[in-house]
């Protein structure tokens, strides 16, 4: 069964940093991509980043590019997405998730998320 | 970066009954790499329909999904209770991927 854990939410004060992870087990990790989601408090998913299988290509949204960086170790079955100069709007529940495939697609398994919230 | 705009925002209906649901974009998507998500709350999502129309593993056949370009629909045929939701549209055809603001399916 396919199982994706997030950690390392909570709250930090605006530019700070925090970094996520999300622990994967029943499946092969390295054989898939994976990708964060966010999504504010009452609002609609966002899509943030995703990480080709092997890790050799990274994607990200406008909005965060250049402040959050994600990474993986295949050897730990573990995603992270690294935060730094964090903003309000970037108050949000953050999904891991599992891609279908080795290259991005669609998105087949989904942790239960952790709340981060950017607040003085 | 491609737009996905969801008609109705809202939609209320009966159990029993048919639910359509739209999605349109303001480019074509790519291949066609289109999928739908149902979210309940307090839940994360689940994949439903990938690929325009191919349902996901464990996905019953109520569900169906179509279109092609720049319109795509999904479909439940009968309504259970347990569809009562919000649905998202998402591309991940051209970069940056993008959702759908999402249809809430209501119980009128």
């Known amino acids: 069964e396919v199982q994706l854990l997030e950690s390392g939410g909570g709250l930090v004060q605006p530019e700070g940093s925090l970094r996520l992870s999300c622990a994967a087990s029943g499946f092969t990790f390295n054989s898939y991509a994976m990708t964060w989601v966010r999504q504010a408090p009452g609002r609609g998913l966002e899509w943030v980043s995703t990480?080709?299988?092997?890790?050799?290509?990274?994607f990200y949204a406008d909005s965060v590019k250049g402040r959050f960086t994600i990474s993986r170790d295949n050897s730990k079955n573990t995603l992270y997405l690294q935060m730094n100069s964090l903003r309000a709007e970037d108050t949000a529940v953050y999904y891991c998730a599992k891609d279908k495939w080795e290259l991005p697609g669609p998105l087949d398994h989904w942790g239960q998320g952790t709340l981060v919230t950017v607040s003085s | 970066e491609i737009v996905l705009t969801q008609s109705p925002g809202t939609l209320s209906l009966s159990p029993g009954e048919r639910a359509t649901l739209s999605c349109r974009a303001s480019?074509?998507?790519?291949?066609?790499?289109l999928d739908w998500y149902q979210q309940k709350p307090g839940q994360a999502p689940r994949l439903l329909i990938y690929?325009?129309?191919t349902r996901a593993t464990g996905i019953p056949d109520r569900f169906s999904g179509s279109g092609s370009g720049t319109d795509f629909n999904i479909t439940i045929s009968r309504l259970e209770p347990k569809d009562f939701a919000v649905y998202y549209c998402h591309q991940y055809g051209t970069l940056p991927w993008t959702f759908g603001q999402g249809t809430t399916v209501e119980i009128k």
């Open positions: 990480l080709t299988g092997r890790g050799g290509n990274k």
């Open positions: 690929g325009a129309s």
């Open positions: 480019q074509s998507v790519s291949g066609n790499y």
